[in-house]
C-alpha cells in the first residue's frame, strides 16, 4: 500500500535534492513607522544607514545578515532625507539640536532624528518620541510638557540649532 498524500504534500518524486539545502525565505520585519507616516532621516542618518548596509554586505551570507540588508534596503528606500535649516531658527523642527533645562535644573541637549538613527544613549531621539513631539513647533525661552513613565515633566528651551 502507498501511504496517502496529504492536500498540501508533495510526493518526494516531484522535488530535487538541492532542495533540501534551499533556507527559507527571509522576511523584512514590522516597520517602526506607521503607514502613512513619513521616514524622515536626516543626512547623517542616511549616511550611517548607507555604510552599515556596506558593512554588512561585505559579511558571509546568512539569513540574519540578509533579513536586516533588506531592512535598511527598504528604510533607505521609503527614506524622505532632510537637510538641516538655514538661520534663523525661530522654531524646533526635525533636524533640530535642543538644548533645554529640567525640572532639577540640570541641561540636557537632544538631537531629533529619524526612526531609524535614534540612539537614546547619545540623546538622538526619535521625532515621534513623547519628549520630541512636545518640543516640536516651541521655540527658545519656552516651557513645554510631555508625559514620562515618572509622570508629567517640564522643559524649559535654552538652546536651538541645526
Not at 528606500?77 to 539640536?97: K, R, T
Not at 533645562?101 to 540612539?119: F, M, P, S
Given at each position: 500500500?502507498?501511504?496517502?498524500?496529504?492536500?498540501?504534500?508533495?510526493?518526494?518524486?516531484?522535488?530535487?535534492?538541492?532542495?533540501?539545502?534551499?533556507?527559507?525565505p527571509v522576511s523584512r520585519a514590522a516597520s517602526l513607522i506607521p503607514s502613512g507616516v513619513k521616514n524622515f532621516m536626516t543626512p547623517r542618518g542616511e549616511k550611517m544607514l548607507r555604510k552599515k548596509l556596506n558593512r554588512l554586505a561585505a559579511e558571509p551570507?546568512?539569513?540574519?545578515?540578509?533579513?536586516?540588508?533588506?531592512?535598511?534596503?527598504?528604510?533607505?528606500?521609503?527614506?524622505?532625507?532632510?537637510?538641516?535649516?538655514?538661520?534663523?531658527?525661530?522654531?524646533?523642527?526635525?533636524?533640530?539640536?535642543?538644548?533645554?533645562?529640567?525640572?532639577?535644573?540640570?541641561?540636557?541637549?537632544?538631537?531629533?532624528?529619524?526612526?531609524?538613527?535614534?540612539?537614546?544613549?547619545?540623546?538622538?531621539?526619535?521625532?515621534?518620541?513623547?519628549?520630541?513631539?512636545?518640543?516640536?513647533?516651541?521655540?527658545?525661552?519656552?516651557?513645554?510638557?510631555?508625559?514620562?513613565?515618572?509622570?508629567?515633566?517640564?522643559?524649559?528651551?535654552?538652546?536651538?540649532?541645526?
Amino acid at each position: 500500500m502507498t501511504p496517502e498524500i496529504g492536500r498540501n504534500a508533495m510526493s518526494k518524486a516531484f522535488t530535487r535534492e538541492s532542495d533540501e539545502f534551499l533556507e527559507p525565505p527571509v522576511s523584512r520585519a514590522a516597520s517602526l513607522i506607521p503607514s502613512g507616516v513619513k521616514n524622515f532621516m536626516t543626512p547623517r542618518g542616511e549616511k550611517m544607514l548607507r555604510k552599515k548596509l556596506n558593512r554588512l554586505a561585505a559579511e558571509p551570507s546568512s539569513p540574519a545578515t540578509r533579513e536586516k540588508i533588506n531592512e535598511i534596503r527598504a528604510s533607505l528606500q521609503s527614506a524622505v532625507v532632510v537637510e538641516a535649516l538655514i538661520p534663523p531658527w525661530n522654531q524646533i523642527l526635525f533636524g533640530a539640536i535642543v538644548t533645554v533645562r529640567d525640572q532639577q535644573k540640570q541641561e540636557i541637549t537632544y538631537h531629533l532624528v529619524g526612526v531609524d538613527e535614534a540612539n537614546p544613549e547619545e540623546n538622538y531621539i526619535n521625532w515621534r518620541s513623547p519628549v520630541a513631539r512636545a518640543l516640536s513647533k516651541a521655540k527658545v525661552g519656552d516651557r513645554i510638557h510631555f508625559h514620562a513613565p515618572e509622570g508629567v515633566q517640564q522643559l524649559e528651551i535654552i538652546g536651538l540649532r541645526y
